[in-house]
């Protein structure tokens, strides 16, 4: 049985008696809207944890953008169910009220790498991540939180608020888990039209043969505009960015001259795809 909490104080109890026996306590947190590459993350921390915590939370602090936020999918029967069937042991799922009570003045800020791209499109997103994940590992206390590759940046973001701010808790990167024709898992993917669904594809194969490129050889600059104007072609519009950063510290990369990550955010219709793979 999954056992659902709404409080932090009742959470800080349950993980406490956990600690006593001597359980590793692992946290996966998401917004909720669960598909198979969120379960990926809870399997990775049934694994290497005794006790999981699966946190579902639509963090108003991290959208800029009023409308994604009121669109954002909200599911919490069927999320349940999900979690009940991976035996996940308790899904915390405080109110807004609850992690921002009346008063609450902190933000946790991450400069450097959170600047570049989702960071420059996506203005205060980051600090509201980095502020809710703070708060998710004060109040579950848990020494293993799973993110997903999917947000490349955000895994990276939170890596470093977590070493800036000597948090006692080991981040695990989980691979991206896609469709079968290659479309990233998004919780998002459900507001895409048949005919969007159809398209979204494109994204990761256009970017996987512009990666093959680079590392046959292709300058990053020309193999990257190809990409882009194949990715329009195939119905995007508005590609906010399409860049290969390096993966130490995501620093612009102009030659392929270390390991390199491309990531990509575009529009298809009214929703903003993003996804990223390795050079
Ligand atoms: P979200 O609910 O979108 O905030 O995502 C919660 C966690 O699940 C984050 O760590 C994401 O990176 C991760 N995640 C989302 N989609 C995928 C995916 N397709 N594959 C792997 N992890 C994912």
Partial sequence: MTQIIRTSAELRDRVAAWKRSGMLVGVVPTMGALHDGHM???????KQSDRVIVTIFVNPMQFNNASDLDKYPRDEAHDLAMLEAEGV??????GVDEVYPDGFATKVSV???SEPLEGAFRPGHFDGVATVVSKLFGMTQAGRA???EKD??????????VEDLNIPIRIIGCPTIRETDGLAM???NVRLSEAERAQAPALHRIMTAAAEQIRA???IGSALEQAKSE??????HDIEYLEVRSVEGLRPMETFSEPGRMLVAAYLGDVRLIDNIAV
């Fill in 186 to 188: 998004s919780s998002r």
């Fill in 152 to 161: 490349w940046q955000q895994l990276q973001v939170v890596r470093r608020l």
């Fill in 217 to 219: 050889g292709a300058p």
């Fill in 89 to 94: 042991d308790v899904l915390f799922a405080p």
């Fill in 111 to 113: 400069s450097g790498i």
């Fill in 146 to 148: 799973f993110f997903g």
């Fill in 40 to 46: 990926s993350l809870v399997r990775e921390a049934r």
């Fill in 231 to 236: 990715i329009l072609a195939a119905g995007f």
